[in-house]
């Protein structure tokens, strides 16, 4: 509650909260692109031609794939469509920024909850509250909770997909306990590609700790993520196979982003011109060092007295993947 509140007070940039960044009007637009379809439309929102027509990216190119999928765009577009006047509600253009940012601030605390959390379930009351505490003074964590763009509903969904993981095999691993998971994890994929990265921690870590005994719960993990995100994106309705393979090969064709580091601008190109050290070095440099200190002083302790060592892996294996995101999707 204290971080969700500590966001939206500095949401509004009126009152010292920051300027439009550039993602934001164009994440909130086709939000509200979105959500005014499905008011004008009603239930032929679900009609094959309106499908093609509501969810396609760019006006001028209506054959073009989607860059993202659609659960963060409805969420900012359904909070444009509440904080907006109601003479702008069919106006394209007019659209609200900080109504919007709510989304994210939200977003923000129940990420600082869940970690807290799961934090408190391997390791103790003063570790979850340490690590709670640690999530909301990141100050670019912080940051992006005051952005309305994907990122920070990015970061809530993948951290929850594989906490659910770890909870679905702590409370017994029944199939229905995966199936839930699996849903988590499609509600991730549903918010961007990203989301697809959280299935090879997973998958490896499952088999390392049922061995022959992971067929069923990975079939029923991987089944319920793939439908959630199915059954959730009419788009890939029109054309499963073909629109699943133009959306996920959006994961590296995409306009190239410039990074200033080491002294040089890099990705003239392409992002992949960045040094492979580039991602580690920037997340290690962005986190402050006594968190850094307290999170690697902590695994030491979990892996010295084997508390939840399994989890611990999981956990330590994901954080690696944004790592990897950032690189394979550069506006990440």
Sequence with gaps: MAATAAAFWTIDPARGGPGVTCDEPYHVGYGKRLVTAWRTQGLEFFLAANIAKNFHWEQDRPDAPPVHPPLGHWLLGWMNHWFEPSADHDQPAAISIVGPRFVPAAAFGLLVFIVGLATLRMAGPLAGTVAAAGVFLVPRVFG???????????????????????????????????????????????????????????????????RHRAIVPLLTW???????????????????????????????????????????????????????????????????LGLL???????WAVVRRQLSVGSCRLSVASCQLPVVSCRLSPDN
Aim: charge should be positive; aromatic fraction near 14%.
């Design 293 to 299: 200190a307290l999170g690697l002083l902590g695994l």
């Design 222 to 288: 991987g089944l319920a993520g793939a439908g959630t995100l199915f059954a959730s994106w009419p788009w890939l309705w029109l054309d499963p196979i073909g629109h699943t393979m133009r959306f996920l090969a959006t994961g590296i064709n995409r306009q190239s982003i410039k990074v200033f580091y080491a002294g040089t601008v890099w990705g003239d190109a392409t992002d992949h011109q960045a040094p492979w050290h580039y991602a580690p070095v920037m997340f290690a440099v962005a986190l402050p």
């Design 144 to 210: 992006h909770a005051h952005l309305a763009a994907l990122d920070m509903l990015t970061t809530f969904w993948f951290v929850a997909a594989i906490l659910a993981a770890i909870e679905a095999h702590a409370r017994g691993g029944r199939w229905w306990h995966y199936s839930m998971a699996g849903v988590v994890w499609g509600l991730a994929m549903l918010t961007r590609l990203s989301g697809v990265l959280v299935a090879p921690p997973v998958v490896v870590w499952m088999i390392w700790r049922l």
